[in-house]
């Protein structure tokens, strides 16, 4: 048993509750807050763990989207115009891959931790980050991909996933929770997309989507044109859209899933308030999309939305930090305080609940012990969580479980 305390606590509960001057108790669980005194006298046997006198504890943040694999991108990729980029993913997606060797995927990882990070959504194209992400000590969500246009490949596909997904089920714990990545809409043809979603309900995993991403994919999906058409030409002058928009979403229904971008989506009444959720990658979105997401709006439609660094092939940092401060620079319609504290709840709180962890996301009695231990300097309460985010590059300590991971 331990028993830890802090000057300013973020709680992350819905009403962004800051406590002050409070300990609390914990094992693997969190099991009592209190005055630091008093905890210690009922838990005589609790053995304090020292922080400094201007100390801040906050969950440990979720990142739920991110591409372990892409992570020795360097000059690589092309940035700018969608299609451009995926060719330019085409080309080098292999040696990135070869060159993603486990040490640099173990290394990615832990400069993750360093910034506060204890569960990560993994989307796995090839399955060469399993090792790694099952020693790394993080928790991971372990999302294997599936994509292919062509239907004569599919069988081919099939047994490639099926290979990746059965070796992932093999390793599944509490840390350690396998999923399916279902690619895109214009990646992913009909067969295989009810495959993976035959597959996600048999197993009751999770599911990812990248969803309504760039202009390129939205005007390919709606209107038949734009630059996919142009780079499809080149194979097949009469190629149409693997899937119609309403009836890709359909094929969603009863099934807990993470759409991610979804910059150009308009169907919010489509989705699942309780099921279906919006992940946001607004560094990756400035990179690659042409749009920026409208946070208000999707706000406004009541559904879950949460924040994900995407992959390096995407962004050049996968601190949820850094992209909260990517987010305080593009949502300018939002008043700054304001914005900082639902920033730090869709990388707490509101990832928890897409990715089904009842238990993470926020500090309270019975959730996992699963927190970072901050330094930050004095100011006005009301300024805390915009001044924590705009300051705060490496956290002190984190426990995930209520273990304290080797930073
Ligand atoms: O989220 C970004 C942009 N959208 C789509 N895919 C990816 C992203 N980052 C990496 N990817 C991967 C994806 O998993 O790039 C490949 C897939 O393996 C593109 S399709 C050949
Ligand atoms: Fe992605």
Known sequence: MFLIYAKNIFVCDEKFTILKNQAFVFDKKIKEFGNLQNLQKKYPNAKLIKTSKNSLILPAFINSH????????????????FITWLKSVIK??????????????????????KTGTATIGAISSFGSDLIPCVKSGARIVYFNEILGSSESENEIKKADFLKRFNESLKFKNDL????????????????????????????KNLLSVHFLESKAENEWLRKESGDFKKWFLNFNKNIKPLHKIDDFLALFNGQRTLFTHCVFLKEFEKLDKHLHSITHCAFSNRLLSQKSLNL????????NIHLGTDGLSSNISLSIL????????IHKEF???????KLLLMATLYPAKALNFNDLGSLEIGKSADFSVCEIGECDEKQLPLQFILKTKEVKDLFIRGEKCNL
């Open 322 to 329: 850094d992209e909260m401060r990517a987010n305080l620079l």
């Open 66 to 81: 991110t591409h372990l694999e892409f992570s020795a991108n360097a000059y690589d990729l092309a940035y700018g115009d």
């Open 92 to 113: 080098s997606r292999v040696s990135l891959n070869e060159k993603a060797k486990k040490r640099l995927i173990l290394n990615t990882i832990k400069n993750m931790q």
């Open 335 to 341: 008043e700054l305080k304001s914005l900082a504290k």
């Open 296 to 303: 208000k709006r999707v706000l406004k439609s009541g559904l």
């Open 176 to 203: 350690f929770i396998p999923a399916i990545s279902l690619h895109s809409p214009y990646s992913t043809n009909l067969t295989l997309a009810k495959f993976a979603l035959n597959l996600a309900k048999t197993h």
